[in-house]
């Protein structure tokens, strides 16, 4: 049964509880969550309800009879999309798109066997990016861990999301360093070569430049703050609540993004301000942060 205390408009709670009761009682459904923005307190009116659904890989649930649940809840005249197993990639395995008389709900598929073991990588500091799994930036494994902290069991008769919570109620020391390493450094790396498209009017690499940083620069403070990257559509409303970033990040992170332009001079003054931004990450470390390599980046401004 959907937990009453949830804050959801009386009509989506209805379907959460009528979902959750009807998917709990499909064969080898390890557990069910609600994921998402509503698991996160972000919830717009128009938010979809993103139901995790657990499974071991040894024994995966049935995709018809996810298909019959999706179809039995779909709004007349729709047809559910219902996935495979991995079928959208390797980190957003697969799931089912509805459309529900009272809103969207994904079905998000989720394998029990492949979290556990991105959570151990994690802990011994190995994280993984996947850029062509979604838009805009790719998929990075911090997300499981992400979604593990955020997300509200309500149907978990094993006590395995209670047990993989645990494991993820402080940030691990190892990722946070590896991450913060890697993206201060990928982020130097990714203006020293910045200001040369730049230079050359190349807009195409110079702005797809400012992006890579931009992004570097976003897990690096979620990072620095131990706080897990859920994504990027509520990063920015995220990071402003943060101690530890620059001033007014968000704000001039926009700005520099917005006005980029196309002349060699407007690139170059954009990416000028981004590594200010760079550099005030960096300042945030309290000298932990070591490049790789010398660029001279740090006197570049």
């Given at each position: 049964m959907a937990p009453a205390y949830l804050n959801l408009p009386a009509e989506k709670l209805r379907l959460l509880q009528q979902l959750s009761d009807r998917l709990r009682n499909v064969p080898n459904i390890a557990a069910i969550v609600l994921g998402g923005s509503y698991a996160q307190g972000?919830?717009?009116?128009?938010?979809?309800?993103?139901?995790?659904?657990?499974?071991?890989?040894?024994?995966?649930?049935?995709?018809?009879?996810?298909?019959?649940?999706?179809?039995?809840?779909?709004?007349?005249?729709?047809?559910?999309?219902?996935?495979?197993?991995?079928?959208?990639?390797?980190?957003?395995?697969?799931?089912?798109?509805?459309?529900?008389?009272?809103?969207?709900?994904?079905?998000?598929?989720?394998?029990?066997?492949?979290?556990?073991?991105?959570?151990?990588?994690?802990?011994?500091?190995?994280?993984?990016?996947?850029?062509?799994?979604?838009?805009?930036?790719?998929?990075?494994?911090?997300?499981?861990?992400?979604?593990?902290?955020?997300?509200?069991?309500?149907?978990?008769?094993?006590?395995?999301?209670?047990?993989?919570?645990?494991?993820?109620?402080?940030?691990?020391?190892?990722?946070?360093?590896?991450?913060?390493?890697?993206?201060?450094?990928?982020?130097?790396?990714?203006?020293?070569?910045?200001?040369?498209?730049?230079?050359?009017a190349d807009v195409y690499s110079s702005v797809g430049s400012m992006t890579r940083v931009a992004q570097f620069l976003m897990h690096a403070i979620f990072a620095l703050n131990e706080q897990y990257f859920v994504n990027d559509k509520h990063a920015g409303r995220l990071v402003d609540k943060f101690a530890r970033q620059p001033r007014e990040f968000s704000i001039r992170l926009a700005r520099v993004l917005a006005a980029a332009g196309s002349e060699p001079a407007a690139l170059l003054h954009s990416l000028e301000d981004l590594q200010e931004?760079?550099?005030?990450?960096?300042?945030l470390t309290n000298g932990t942060y070591q490049a790789r390599y010398s660029t001279g980046a740090v006197n570049r401004r």
């Open positions: 972000l919830a717009g009116p128009d938010s979809d309800l993103d139901m995790g659904l657990y499974y071991r890989a040894a024994s995966p649930f049935s995709l018809e009879d996810i298909r019959s649940v999706a179809l039995s809840f779909s709004e007349p005249g729709t047809v559910p999309i219902v996935t495979g197993f991995y079928e959208w990639g390797r980190w957003v395995n697969g799931g089912a798109w509805i459309k529900t008389p009272e809103g969207k709900v994904d079905f998000l598929y989720k394998n029990l066997n492949q979290i556990e073991a991105v959570l151990e990588d994690g802990r011994c500091g190995i994280w993984s990016h996947d850029y062509d799994q979604q838009p805009p930036y790719g998929f990075r494994s911090i997300v499981y861990f992400a979604e593990t902290r955020i997300c509200i069991p309500l149907h978990d008769p094993a006590g395995e999301i209670g047990r993989l919570k645990s494991s993820v109620s402080e940030y691990p020391p190892a990722l946070k360093d590896r991450i913060v390493q890697d993206c201060l450094w990928g982020a130097e790396f990714t203006l020293l070569l910045g200001h040369n498209f730049a230079a050359a931004l760079w550099q005030e990450t960096v300042q």
